[in-house]
């Protein structure tokens, strides 16, 4: 493979490695050899993704002489179902795949959680790779092993943590994607600066336009610098019993956001995650936790780089009722006894977990969203 950068994700007798490089996704077919030997492969993409990527990876394989099948889902969050869980297993077996087999998931975030949870349960468990083709997946989901599918109740609520046995990141599949899938990934990558690692944050308001812009160098460095902080502490807390919820920043508003837009494409993942951040920083200084100076200096850097920091741009989303929201956040998977858990801000790369918030608190920052007046 060219030059790559490799990450090590430090979970015991389930470590592996994330690969990161431009142009590497040539030489897929090699890597995965050398890392998992002669395998049966399922390749479990989407529709969009396959028109570009597929041939490549394909191609790649037949030159090493790798077997494999490809499944392929229906684009968006509606993959991630119960039905297409079951359509892509009845592939699987359909494949005559053994527990010796492998699922490659090559796509966003909803294959890479779509194939990795059917990979945890099909014959107990096979092992899998992800080959995550969008900004947001190579900074968030692939990595640390979180699986899963949305049931009626919310997002991820039926899932399991099940590491991959590899991570091979092509940050020049990049180019491909359109500029809103960039920006959504890019809320991510500022999550990781303003959770933990200020410096970064301070790197990316210098250099945040040419991530998305694409230079390759500042691609690489932002993906790079994310993955480590998401290795560091998917390695100290795999299950998130402590540290790793810190991940969370910005998603428990953010996925009741996502709930009320319905997933029906107005507002992307990634958009959600801003939203919920600007959110959250607003509680954080309702609470006398973070200073009001630097919500306005996190804001501004997302829109600079053109990050949504309101509702306005989502249909009718003024008509959203705050007992809707509320309903959505309680049903969240981070509750714990009863008590909705926040991710807060002390100061830019310090967040804390609380479940120490009043109710009359979160509907006031609730209220102002749906207002528009964060």
């Known amino acids: 493979m060219d030059s790559i950068e490799v990450i090590p994700v430090n979970l015991g007798d389930r470590s592996y490695e994330i690969f990161v490089g431009t142009n590497i996704l040539k030489d897929i077919g090699e890597a995965i050899q050398k890392k998992c030997g002669q395998r049966k492969i399922l390749i479990v993409t989407d529709q969009d993704v396959a028109s570009f990527w597929l041939n490549t990876v394909a191609e790649s394989l037949k030159r090493t002489k790798l077997d494999f099948e490809v499944a392929c889902v229906p684009s968006g969050e509606s993959s991630k179902s119960f039905y297409q869980l079951e359509s892509l297993l009845d592939q699987f077996f359909e494949a005559q795949l053994a527990r010796d087999g492998l699922i490659l998931a090559l796509g966003g975030g909803v294959v890479g959680d779509?194939?990795?949870f059917a990979a945890a349960i099909a014959l107990r468990g096979i092992d899998f790779i992800q080959v995550p083709t969008t900004l947001l997946a190579q900074v968030d989901s692939s990595v640390g092993g979180k699986t899963g599918i949305n049931t009626s109740r919310g997002k991820n609520l039926v899932g399991s943590f099940y590491q991959p046995r590899l991570v091979i990141i092509d940050t020049g599949v990049l180019d491909s994607l359109p500029k809103r899938q960039l920006l959504a990934g890019y809320a991510e990558i500022v999550k990781y600066g303003l959770i933990k690692n200020k410096p970064f944050f301070e790197w990316l308001e210098v250099n945040g336009q040419n991530v998305i812009s694409g230079d390759p160098k500042a691609r690489q460095i932002a993906i790079v610098e994310s993955c480590k902080t998401k290795a560091m502490i998917v390695g100290?807390?795999?299950r998130e019993a402590g540290e790793r919820a810190l991940l969370n920043f910005g998603h428990t508003f953010g996925h009741a956001f996502e709930a009320e837009a319905r997933y029906n494409g107005q507002l992307l993942h990634g958009e959600a995650v801003a939203l919920g951040i600007?959110?959250?920083m607003n509680l954080s200084k309702t609470m006398g936790f973070f200073n009001g100076q630097e919500v306005d200096r996190v804001t501004r850097h997302f829109k600079t780089v053109?990050?949504?920091?309101?509702?306005n741009f989502i249909d009718k989303f003024s008509k959203w009722n705050v007992?809707?929201?509320i309903?959505?956040?309680r049903h969240d998977k981070k509750v714990l006894k009863g008590k909705m858990r926040f991710i807060l801000l002390r100061e830019i790369g310090n967040s804390f977990i609380t479940s120490d918030i009043m109710p009359e608190n979160v509907a006031e920052i609730l209220s102002k969203s749906i207002g528009g007046k964060l």
């Open 278 to 280: 600007v959110a959250a």
């Open 306 to 311: 053109g990050l949504p920091i309101n509702l």
């Open 236 to 238: 100290q807390d795999e």
């Open 114 to 116: 779509l194939a990795g």
């Open 327 to 329: 309903d959505h956040m």
């Open 323 to 325: 007992d809707d929201l």
